[in-house]
């Protein structure tokens, strides 16, 4: 990467002494998944590399972004009832089938791991930092069956925003706790919108645009999903954090120390909200999909660094290099003098392409950021990040056997986190604790 490097020595030494923990309680995850996981997996080669099981299922959600994009750039082809959703049935099919292969792969890419001899905190990186970018992009292919008519872009912004704030916080308590707490709704989220996918080819996407006093289908979306995090996330995650303070088991930062992680998440829905509101061309409701994509490329650069943070016990950024070209834009595209100042408003178009050139950057910046990160890592371990350069273990076969017939409600270990923990680091099992009893 040249003379910028994105890790500092204090991270790589973290990095080193780094051992994974989580504790997970989804009967979903660990009942049915992880034993058909484990089942799955043996059929893997062994000479394939976890992450390129991990890169492969990221992928199936850009080719869903790409593919309904094409058919449905705004989000209005379910808007006209009579003419009904203009997107062809077989592409809700493979929008389902490439989740299930999202879902499945990014359950399977620790246990490659655990089973090749390769753990390693590169994986569980490389894992979450890619799912931080598909917590963007899974969201926008629900918002096509309901059109702009029953979810306008204004409500979308807080889907997508109630998307980052569950994933967000998961990773905020493991910076506090030094625990990953596995979330129920993670599971149940991706069975939710394969299922909604496979409902759109079998019945036709029209049945998301019924309504009955007003009250429609995409309402119904709305309440199930932020309801649920506040019902099933939010207060255990407020609680697991409050008894590892108590009961002296977590990182015992100081309260501002503590609550750092938010400011950077917090500045971001700020900025995004006023150029949402404020635009003086009101470009939210002219180029969604590109600000979903502005908006998910920079948070997926804070969830990222947070995760850097976290693994290797370092101080986490207060604030996010990419916001600053993000406040100057937003700066000028919401200054309410123009015509007074410069005897003539905003356009539209020279808004919208400083919007593109903007996503064009973040995309790239926070690209770079990845590829470096990713690089430095497999240099300071001497590995390759899609491809296996040391031995199996004698007995990773051993221990896999040993996980498949040893599986516990709680205290799971690596191996057997859910998906959006299964990190490839290597790991002990995690002791249940207090931490975790209301999980």
């Known amino acids: 990467m040249g003379c910028m490097r994105y890790l500092s020595d204090a991270h790589l030494r973290g990095f080193e002494r780094y051992k994974y923990s989580s504790i997970d309680t989804s009967f979903l995850s660990v009942y049915v998944m ?42 209005e082809a379910a808007n006209d009832l009579e003419k009904g959703n203009t997107v062809p049935a077989w592409v809700w099919t493979v929008a389902a089938i490439n989740i299930l292969i999202y879902y499945n792969l990014d359950g399977m890419d620790g246990k490659q ?20 970018y598909s917590a963007a992009l899974i969201p926008i292919y629900i918002f096509s069956l309901f059109g702009t008519a029953d979810l306008p872009p204004i409500r979308m912004f807080f889907v997508i925003w109630n998307v980052f704030l569950n994933f967000y916080l998961t990773h905020v308590e493991k910076y506090n706790t030094g625990v990953m707490f596995l979330p129920w709704g993670y599971d149940f989220t991706m069975w939710g919108v394969s299922g909604m996918l496979f409902v759109a080819t079998v019945f036709g996407p029209g049945i998301y645009r019924f309504s009955m006093y007003g009250f429609t289908v995409a309402n119904v979306f709305e309440v199930v999903l932020i309801g649920s995090g506040m019902v099933s996330s939010h207060p255990i995650i407020a ?14 930062r100081p309260m501002w120390e503590m609550l750092r992680p938010f400011f950077a998440f917090l500045w971001l829905f700020v900025i995004t909200l006023i ?31 947070l995760i850097v943070a976290q693994m290797s016990d370092t101080r986490c950024d207060g604030f996010n290099v990419l916001m600053w070209p993000l406040a100057a834009t937003v700066a000028v595209c919401c200054f309410p003098y123009y015509e007074t ?15 593109y050139g903007l996503t064009i950057f973040s995309t790239l910046a926070h690209w770079h950021y990845g590829f470096g990160v ?15 350069t040391k031995p199996s273990t004698a007995n990773a076969e051993q221990e896999l056997q040993e996980v498949q017939v040893e599986v516990e409600p709680v205290g799971v270990d690596e ?25």
């Open 113 to 132: 791991a655990r089973r090749t001899g390769t753990s390693g905190p590169l994986g569980e990186l490389f894992d979450h930092g890619l799912d931080s």
């Open 239 to 252: 609680r697991n954090i409050y008894l590892s303070y108590k009961n002296k088991t977590g990182k015992m």
């Open 415 to 439: 191996a057997e986190a859910k998906p959006e923990a299964e990190a490839e680091a290597d790991t002990e099992p995690a002791k249940p604790t207090e931490n975790g009893e209301g999980v």
């Open 341 to 355: 100042v410069f005897e003539t408003d905003l356009p539209l178009d020279i808004e919208l392409w400083i919007l």
């Open 34 to 75: 992880h034993p058909f996981w484990n089942y799955c997996v043996k059929f893997v080669p062994k000479w394939l590399a976890p992450n390129v099981l991990t890169f492969v299922g990221f992928l199936m959600t850009v080719i869903n972004f790409i593919l309904i994009a094409h058919y449905d750039w705004r989000f």
């Open 374 to 388: 990713v690089s430095e890592m497999c240099d300071h371990f001497h590995i390759r990040c899609f491809k296996i």
């Open 275 to 305: 150029w949402s509101f404020f635009s003086r061309n009101d470009v939210i409701n002219h180029s969604p999909r590109i600000l979903w994509i502005l908006y998910g490329t920079i948070f997926s650069n804070i969830a990222c660094r």
